[in-house]
């Protein structure tokens, strides 16, 4: 979503920045060639403006309106492309009169338009502390914030450009934004709401909360305000193709999400994947979800989605584990021992990707500089009983094999709990009689010599 957002706001933001400016330039019964200078470039004529502007910032004799001269000659070099003779004009009026918030409001906007966002934070700074009731810099100032990922920040300020202006609908958008964002999910229906009573005819509001609606699991009411929003702007298809994907299967979500990952910023997989909370726990969207917040270097987050997929592996596993252990447990027979193999193996398939998951997490932290204690997979929850449980399923899974006959897998999962412990007693004494039975005599008497050496294990 926010991509379409940012499409959107990025039609008004220009043209809001001009009005802001403007706003606080225009003060009545100023000079005379300041106010036609202003008039010339709204009406776009910037070589006329300039050279009444010259005028006003030669002649002007109080600080205050030759601050305001040269920001508004500023502003309509600027629009003729003459950058360098912007930033001078704008850094001459802070200079000639540094009370005057207009000015580091004018330079903040030309940063913006120029420099980026970063360049004009600390004018938007000043010009709140010139005066802390200046909305617009608060609005702006939050989309500083938000561009830097500080989005507590960015709630603040938007926040505050409420309470001065309550119908300030702009910074309700916005801030219903990073509530989504934040997944305040209730928060963002109740911004997108009060956007829509200030701007009921703004297709935005309800686009947006249909999608808040949706990430919250009522498709009802998500289905309205789709529908309420290709009535009023019914020429985005992608509008409609909101409205299609709602009812999306879950392999569906997962070949969409795949194919967002390949060809857009992962940042818009998971505003994808969160449309669907339905599948919210199935370990491909967990997985996902991991990784592209690894991607957007949220790595707090991807640890949450690395976790949950762990404990999905860890779950699955047990749930195969104990009934391995029912079967292993009845009477020896054929059936049994077979049905006792099989879901042995499969316990050890769900613990085998529980373990790639934390190698993809330490992988993921390693490579982004996190401290060596921060990237051990084995402070990952559960891992060290964990690893326990996976070794000792191997064995159970070895013996169980050896007693059917099947040498070859028996042999396979007693070298798997080596490689988890190579202090694991029970494992080389189990290896040791497969060896046997293949006639392997100098490898069994091998193994027996390491148990010998080896505690027995608890």
């Not at 207009?102 to 330079?107: E, G, K, M, N, V």
Request: proline residues 3%; neutral net charge.
């Amino acid at each position: 979503m926010n991509r379409h957002l940012l499409k959107t706001f990025g039609k008004l933001f220009p043209a809001f920045l001009f009005l802001a400016a403007i706003s606080v330039f225009a003060q009545p019964g100023q000079n005379a060639d300041l106010e036609r200078g202003i008039e010339l470039i709204e009406a776009e004529d910037y070589k006329s403006a300039i050279a009444a502007l010259d005028k006003c910032a030669a002649a002007a004799a109080d600080v205050s309106v030759k601050s305001k001269c040269l920001q508004k000659r500023g502003l309509a070099f600027e629009r003729t492309g003459e950058g360098m003779k912007a930033k001078a004009d704008f850094n001459a009026a802070v200079a000639l009169d540094p009370r005057d918030e207009s000015a580091y409001f004018a330079r903040a906007r030309y940063h913006i338009n120029s420099e980026g966002f970063n360049a004009a934070l600390p004018d938007f700074n000043q010009v709140i502390k010139l005066n802390p009731r200046n909305a617009e810099a608060y609005f702006f100032r939050g989309q500083i914030f938000s561009e830097k990922g500080e989005r507590d920040k960015a709630i603040t300020d938007y926040s505050t450009a409420i309470k001065i202006n309550f119908e300030y609908h702009e910074a309700f958008l916005l801030r219903a934004y990073e509530f989504l964002r934040t997944d305040e999910i209730e928060q963002a229906i109740a911004d997108f709401t009060r956007f829509i009573e200030l701007q009921p005819t703004d297709y935005e509001g309800y686009f947006q909360r249909a999608a808040a609606w949706q990430q919250k699991g009522s498709k009802t009411l998500a289905e309205a305000d789709y529908a309420e929003a290709i009535r009023l702007q019914p020429a985005l298809p992608e509008l409609r193709q909101y409205l299609t994907d709602l009812n999306l299967s879950k392999e569906d979500v997962i070949e969409k999400a795949e194919k967002i990952q390949k060809e857009e910023n992962p940042r818009r997989v998971i505003e994808f994947l969160k449309l669907f909370p339905e599948y919210g726990d199935e370990v491909e969207i967990l997985y996902l979800k991991s990784v592209s917040y690894v991607e957007i270097r949220e790595f707090q987050k991807a640890d949450v989605y690395f976790q949950k997929q762990f404990d999905n592996f860890y779950k699955d596993a047990f749930a195969s584990l104990t009934i391995a252990d029912e079967y292993a447990q009845k009477p020896e027979s054929a059936e049994n021992l077979e049905m006792a193999s099989l879901m042995y193996e499969t316990a050890l398939v769900s613990m085998a990707s529980a373990e790639l998951v934390n190698a993809l997490r330490a992988v993921a932290t390693e490579k982004n500089g996190l401290p060596a204690v921060k990237r051990n997979p084995k402070n990952l929850n559960g891992f060290a009983e964990f690893m326990k449980i996976f070794e000792q399923t191997a064995i159970r899974s070895a013996e169980t094999d050896f007693k059917a006959g099947q040498t070859d897998r028996a042999l396979q999962n007693f070298n798997k709990a080596l490689e988890m412990n190579p202090k694991s007693k029970a494992a080389y004494l189990g290896r040791a009689k497969v060896y046997r039975k293949l006639g392997k005599v100098k490898l069994a008497q091998a193994d027996e010599a390491k148990a010998k050496l080896l505690p027995a294990q608890k």
